[in-house]
């Protein structure tokens, strides 16, 4: 992964507001603060006229590339809330009044460059309100600190053993085929190593791809096959110990309909041995850009602790 890590930056734009009365929604808050802002972000243009939803919403590659039709029905966008912090409870929340909230809105690449109409966008979002009834909140201010280099672990040899938190929900069930007979399929979708691994590379090479300088990969198979050789290592890690639980979460109704859109993903953690130290990297960097589905909507944010040496009494 060297040459691909170093391609990726991310601006992280932490957010505290607070609101002038109490409010409440029964309904996920990154949701609620992605689909806000992605309305305010419609009134957001550019000198040239264009609306940061537009500039959001097109896939910047060429028609030509190799993963243009692949990408082109849904694509993973140049942002994300991370909402980590923010009181939840199931799908809903409560803000107290007067009561300093934070939240990050992280801009990934090449989208750092949008910071100004970003900004903006999350103070019309901020100033409008939301919960239920809509409550205008107050911004009290928006720090940003950048990563050019969000590995923080330098690739090692040997052995380690490492502990996931995740801090929102995230989608680690693997997608069955229909119909599918295999032993893959009678896992009862619980979350390998390996499977988590793959998911993250594939999400950080996608992203150099798409919001990083050009990666050297000339077809899709090619792209695959280098990612495939990257995480294969992962399948001799082993499960410790897992501390899980699967949280369905709902999204705001669908504008015109009653309709949510409802989202999955374990909260808790999980510790596995028998770690390829060189995979560290790959897992900082994890802890940067997140992982799994519906990213925007704040899910997918983890942190990790690793131990390279003999293992000491960790925390239950």
Known sequence: MDE?????SACRLTVRFFAGERTAMRHWIGAVLR????????SITDEHGTSLRQLIDTLPLPDDHFLFDRLKGGFPKGFFFDCSDLPVEGSGFELEANRVYTFALVLIGSHAAYKSLYVEALRQMLARGFGHPTVPMTLVDITETSSDTPSIYSP????????????????????LNAGGNGFQDKLNNMPSFYQFMRSLTYRLVTLGILYGEPLPFGTRDEMERWIEQQVSPASAAILLRANLLYERLRSTPRVGSNTVYVMGGYAGRLIFGNVPAGLLPVLAAGTVFGVGADINYGLGQFGMDCWTDKPKKREK
């Open 156 to 175: 090692e040899t040997g052995l380690a053993e490492v502990q996931l938190r995740f801090k929102t929900p995230v989608c680690l069930i693997r997608t």
């Open 35 to 42: 689909n806000n802002y992605l309305y305010a972000a419609d």
């Open 4 to 8: 691909i890590l170093p391609t990726l």
